[in-house]
């Protein structure tokens, strides 16, 4: 057992902390349009493409830098840390990235793989309908093939970024015949086509971050089905997997940032000597070490057996536990201050109620955990 | 960066768990619970596997090891809920090898190390230690508390009252008594103490959730088996959510105190505080899964879970613990002292 980092290692983080002290775009400024806020994000990532540091954990040879899973983990620790906004394209360079290396064809991973790098090409996903959420295999949207094309008509609902897109990671019935996870396809939609219509939705933060996709005989090159027709729901696993787990570290240190700042907010309010109040610090405290602890185990088993272990399945869900804990924290001793939208506080403590909602509720993963983990029978 | 085990320490865990599984089945368990005493074969075998002395200095007669080796061990003796005076005396030897002095060390380690002359610890609260593990066979006993001093009462200057509780695999008692001040770091001693019990509390945890799992896959009811039920599946879940944690968290603290002692008081608190609730939480869901089975004396489970409940509240309860984390995360002293 050893929690210290080799010399290799630290000096990766080094030069990562390095280069972002140097790169940091700074805070994003208030007051910005919608359309503006984007535009920063846009030329952050390609900063950090030109840094070398888009696709961190991509092999060299698709533009990535070939990290290793640790340093890859030490540079979502330190990008987190600097406070650094998100780059743009995060959906295709954590989740469809990965997928298109994992399943794709070569010539799919030449064509789109660069342009997810410079953020050229955004991507979302189009796996949610509004018949078929929690259980995704039984999705309707249909793909029919027509010559050298699929014709595609349906709905996807929650399709997070689909207004910036020019590529859809979307999951349709491609045979309607077979067991419903068996007659599924993944392709790479076109968004800019007119019989794809984008209509946003806004959250309860009032915020519009994700849509409705009205897809009506929308056609998709047989070239850009993803794993081949029929095996859909097998490359729709492998992004779910990166969503769950590729954003532990960075979301592990987002969780500590926040922590500091209640640590903050206490003193500000002078309930430093509340001893309800010291309780709750010092559990959050605990099960924010406890997510960074286990996210470090998770990758040593990986590294050991190729697979995280039980507690790989658990982080998701717990830093939305935590989560949602924190910045209820937040909301309590704010006291009468606490409905106003004058802080961020308020905003984060909004949007914290999707977390056990989006890439995975918490009872599915709780069913994940007892059917695959503990081996449970399922209820069917 | 390493979060797992190398092969000495693997061998020892596996070791303990082939040993124990033979040597310390429920049916013993049981029959030293109710008869009140210990199993000596059992303790002296330990012994003679080097356990004992498995964390103390070869110059004392131990195998000078780590606490993350003492922490493999004790989370092996609380999945396997063993009857015997290994904690207590552990807790004295770590007590006397940081806060001791040269010649305390050199006085009582040996009979630490090799099980003959046995020590145990005790939190004092207004001038006694109300739950002091094995005081009754122990050759000396370490008094410690906030603002007293740290102290060795031999066994003959102490007041010793024997106290029954929940937990019968063990032997408790109220001590008081003067004795010698010990001039060293008594934290560093108790932290290290404390790993060790947030090891042995993940370990009940563990063997509560398995027992629960294996349970929920067998007992049917409306033709199904009950863990098909996400009132039974989910909480089988969420143990392994909480056991996994304090695991995780115990780990660190072991690892801490070998290689990174000034994080030892937040990881030591953390792994106490944190497996302190999910010892007392796993085992009493797993209670639960059991139905009416589960609240027989009949049942073994009983056994888990008032050994976790009682470790919940030795050498510093889950708010004591807490607590201490809020403290050094900042907010300075506690106005209202927990227990
Ligand atoms: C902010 C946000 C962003 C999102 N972005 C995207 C995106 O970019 N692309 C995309 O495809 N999707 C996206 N989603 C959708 C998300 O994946 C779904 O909302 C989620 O999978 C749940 O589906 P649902 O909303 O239809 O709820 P339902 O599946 O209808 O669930 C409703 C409730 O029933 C419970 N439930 C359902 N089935 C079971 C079961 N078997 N056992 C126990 N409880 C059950 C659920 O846990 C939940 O509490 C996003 C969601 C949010 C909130």
């Known amino acids: ?351 914290a109620r999707a977390n056990s909602i989006e890439g995975g509720t918490t009872e599915i993963l709780k069913n994940i955990v007892a059917e695959r983990v503990l081996g449970l029978p399922k209820l069917r | 960066m390493n979060f797992d085990f190398d092969d000495d320490q693997r061998s020892i865990k596996s070791t303990a768990r082939e040993f124990l599984a033979s040597r310390s089945k429920f049916e013993k368990v049981r029959e030293c619970s109710e008869g009140g005493h210990y199993d000596e074969a059992i303790w002296k075998e330990m012994i003679d596997l080097g356990w004992a002395g498995i964390f103390i200095p070869e110059q004392y007669g131990g195998q000078e090891l780590g606490v993350v080796e003492l922490v493999i061990l004790q989370e092996e003796l609380g999945y396997a809920v063993t009857p015997s005076p290994f904690f207590s005396n552990a807790a004295a030897g770590l007590m006397v090898l940081h806060a001791g002095s040269d010649e305390q060390k050199e006085r009582l380690l040996p009979g630490v190390a090799s099980g003959e002359a046995t020590g145990t610890v005790g939190i004092l609260h207004d001038g006694s230690a109300p739950l002091v593990p094995d005081a009754e066979a122990a050759s000396f006993i370490v008094l410690a508390g906030e603002g007293d001093t740290t102290r060795i009462v031999e066994a003959g200057d102490a007041k010793i009252e024997h106290r029954d509780t929940i937990d019968g695999t063990r032997s408790f008692a109220r001590v008081s008594g003067e004795g010698e001040e010990m001039p060293g770091d008594a934290g560093a001693g108790l932290d290290r103490a404390c790993a060790a019990l947030a090891a042995e509390l993940t370990g009940c945890s563990q063997r509560a959730m398995e027992m629960a799992v294996e349970y929920a896959k067998d007992r049917k009811q409306f033709e199904r088996p009950i863990g098909a039920y996400q009132g039974v599946s989910h909480r089988c879940a969420e143990m392994l959510l909480e056991t996994e944690g304090a695991r995780a968290a115990t780990y660190y603290a072991g690892w801490a105190a070998d290689h990174e002692p000034e994080s030892l008081p937040a990881a030591a608190s953390m792994a106490k505080a944190y497996a302190s609730d999910a010892g007392w939480r796993v085992t009493a869901s797993s209670l639960q899964v059991h139905g009416g089975i589960g609240f027989t004396w009949e049942h073994d489970l009983h056994f888990l879970l008032k050994r976790a409940k009682t470790d919940g509240h030795l050498l510093g309860g889950a708010s004591w613990h807490r607590d201490r984390v809020a403290k050094i995360a900042g907010l300075g002293d506690a106005v209202i002292a927990q227990v």
């Open chain 1, 1 to 351: 057992m050893d929690l210290t980092l080799s010399p290799d290692e630290q000096a990766f983080r080094d030069e990562v902390r390095a280069w972002i002290s140097d790169n940091h775009p700074g805070k994003e400024p208030e007051g910005l349009s919608e359309d503006d806020q984007w535009k920063f994000r846009v030329d952050w990532q390609r900063q950090l493409h030109e840094g070398g540091w888009a696709g961190v954990s991509w092999p060299k040879e698709y533009g990535g830098r070939g990290a290793t899973l640790i340093e890859s983990a030490l540079f979502n620790e330190e990008l987190a840390a600097s406070r650094a906004p998100g780059p743009a394209n995060v959906l295709a360079l954590a989740m469809g990235g990965p997928t298109l290396i994992g399943h794709g064809s070569e010539e799919q991973k030449e064509r789109f793989l660069p342009p997810i790098l410079t953020a050229e090409e955004i991507w979302c996903q189009g796996f949610s309908e509004p018949e078929s959420g929690s259980d995704l295999a039984s999705l309707k949207t249909k793909a029919v093939k027509d010559g050298d094309d699929w014709v595609v008509t349906g709905q996807k609902v929650w399709t997070t970024y689909a207004h910036h897109a020019k590529w859809c990671m979307l999951v349709a019935r491609t045979d309607s015949e077979v067991a419903k996870h068996r007659g599924l396809t993944y392709f790479l939609m076109d968004m800019e086509q007119e019989e794809v219509q984008v209509r946003p939705l806004r959250q309860i933060t009032g915020e519009a971050e994700f849509n409705e996709l009205f897809i009506e005989e929308a056609r998709i090159p047989d070239e850009n089905v993803i794993g081949g027709v029929g095996n859909g729901w097998m490359v729709a696993i492998t992004t779910l997997m990166n969503e769950r787990s590729g954003l532990a570290f960075g979301l592990q240190v987002r969780l500590k940032i926040l922590l500091g700042q209640v640590i903050d907010l206490v003193k500000e309010q002078g309930l430093e000597k509340d001893p309800l109040v010291r309780q709750r610090i010092g559990q959050l405290y605990t099960e924010s070490e406890i997510m960074r602890l286990n996210a470090w185990r998770g990758l040593t088993g990986i590294m050991k057996t190729g697979q995280p272990g039980p507690e790989g399945s658990l982080g998701k869900w717990h830093w939305s536990d935590i989560n949602q804990a924190l910045t209820e924290f937040t909301m309590d001793l704010r006291g009468p201050d606490a409905p106003a939208t004058d802080s961020e506080f308020t905003f984060e403590f909004l949007r």
